[in-house]
């Protein structure tokens, strides 16, 4: 044991000795550097300045100021690597605290929910004990039993939106005079808007968006601030005699949840939307019916919006349905039928989208599903003739629809036209057009055609929205000369002036190039 602590004592010794040596030789170097040879360094210097020419003073000065910057530069380096270390840990000191502050007020909220839950509990008992020792009569019983009733059920506004119906049903009834043709109902809602709303619309607006209608159930109205893109859809609720539902759609959405709600397991009810109970009321009435989901790029429309955008792919709209609940009851809603509620086929979805840094961008997952239309520009005031609100169904509107879709027909060789402009996109810009836009060409261009517009107009639009709008993520700087070639096929094959969406969305891409 004497040995081994003599051993040691010696190596601690030695070691403390080296350590000693290489703090002291550190410091020793530091003060020969920039002090003890300081005068020897002005000395040299002085011995050797009077040998200099012009081009060695030159020197001097340029390698002196580069000696300086360089120091300068380390010790710049050496001030932020320790300010950043400094930085660094005073905020994971501030995160840790910030974490243990979270994990106190979790401690306090679970405390508080198990809190609430005895008081819940005393309070059932306590009237559990007042029902059965107060000997009420039948009748106060059976109303104890309709309340108990009335609040376990699981879905509040729904329930109430059924028995409203009940007592008020909406059935339209229309008469010979609400038998109007698509461009009657195009003139009469300009009308209506501009007299009894101080709404100006064109009326090639309002064929769009008829069109768009037998297209899509999503229409998307994009454009600046103030050009009527709410105020469109409300109108064309007040048009139908009903009330556009107008829902906020809020930053923080995330999925379904947000939108539609959920099944609340603590309270055993279904938090329902004001989303969800617009849309419910819709499968309970008649007429045509709007739902605008207001600045919808605010969040992203393909988390939220998720379930809509793939159900509504479905050709068969007996499969559109939104699961809401996993166990059904009897007591629930009677259009909510095992757990699932049908997507009614008389509402539309309008979303108003601003362009900024508040909001994402609209994916093509979702324009490729929507009608888009861009309001740009009010249109002028116009003196119009008090009109009236127009009394018309869903199936009076669909069946207009179909017979549009049955008389009216793209042409062949208007189908050959699109064919050689997807060839030339493929070629010169390697963009291409699928099923979904063929279908939907098929679906708008009829619409159009028969509310009074041509088949070229029907035709430049779908092309310059749901096409044209892809050329956007192109490297356009590049593209001039293909561009300018665009246009040149448009007036040659389409014909001169028209295409005049098209050529004017080229030209605002060459713009932007």
Known sequence: MAAFAEYYVNFLWSWLKNLWYFIKTFFYLFYKLFIGDAISYCQNLGQHANTFD?????????????????????????????????????????????????????????????????????????????????????????????????????????????????????????????????????????????????????????????????????????????????????????????????????????????????????????????????????????????????EMNLARIEYYFADFLSIMEMPDVAEWNIDLIASPREDDPKNVVYGKFLVPQNIWFIGTANNDDSTFTITDKVYDRAVTLELNNKADYFDAPLTESYNCSYSYLDSLFERAHNEFKISEETFALIKEFDAHIRENFKISFGNRIMKQLKLFVPIYMACGGSELGGVDFIITSKILRKFNALNLPFLHKELNALIDFFNDKFGMGSMPYCIDYVKELLKMS
Do not use: H
Request: hydrophobic fraction near 40%; proline fraction near 2%.
């Open 54 to 294: 012009v081009w060695g003073w030159i020197c001097l000065i340029i390698v002196s100021l580069a000696n300086i910057a360089f120091l300068f530069f380390v010790c710049y380096r050496l001030f932020q690597l320790v300010r950043r270390y400094i930085f660094f840990r005073a905020k994971e000191v501030d995160k840790d605290r910030l974490m243990e502050e979270v994990a106190r007020l979790k401690e306090q909220a679970d405390q508080l929910v198990k809190e609430k839950s005895k008081i819940f509990a005393l309070k059932l008992g306590m009237n559990g004990y007042e029902a059965a020792g107060s000997g009420s009569s039948e009748v106060d019983v059976n109303i104890n039993e309709d309340e108990n009733q009335e609040n376990n059920n699981r879905f509040t506004k729904l329930i109430n939106l059924d028995e409203k119906y009940e007592r008020n049903p909406n059935v339209v009834y229309m008469t010979d005079d609400d038998m109007l043709t698509l461009p009657q109902i195009v003139t009469r809602f300009v009308n209506f808007a501009a007299s009894q709303l101080k709404l100006y619309y064109t009326e090639e607006t309002i064929r769009i968006f008829l069109s768009g209608m037998a297209t899509s159930k999503v229409i998307i109205l994009e454009g600046i601030s103030g050009t009527g893109k709410t105020s469109l859809p409300y109108a064309m609720g007040k048009f139908f005699n009903n009330g556009t539902s107008i829902i906020s759609v809020q930053p923080s959405w995330r999925d379904r949840a947000d939108l539609i709600g959920y099944f609340n397991e603590f309270t055993k009810k279904f938090n329902e939307t004001d989303f969800l109970a617009s849309l419910y009321e819709v499968s309970l009435r008649e007429d045509p019916n709007f739902m605008v989901l207001d």
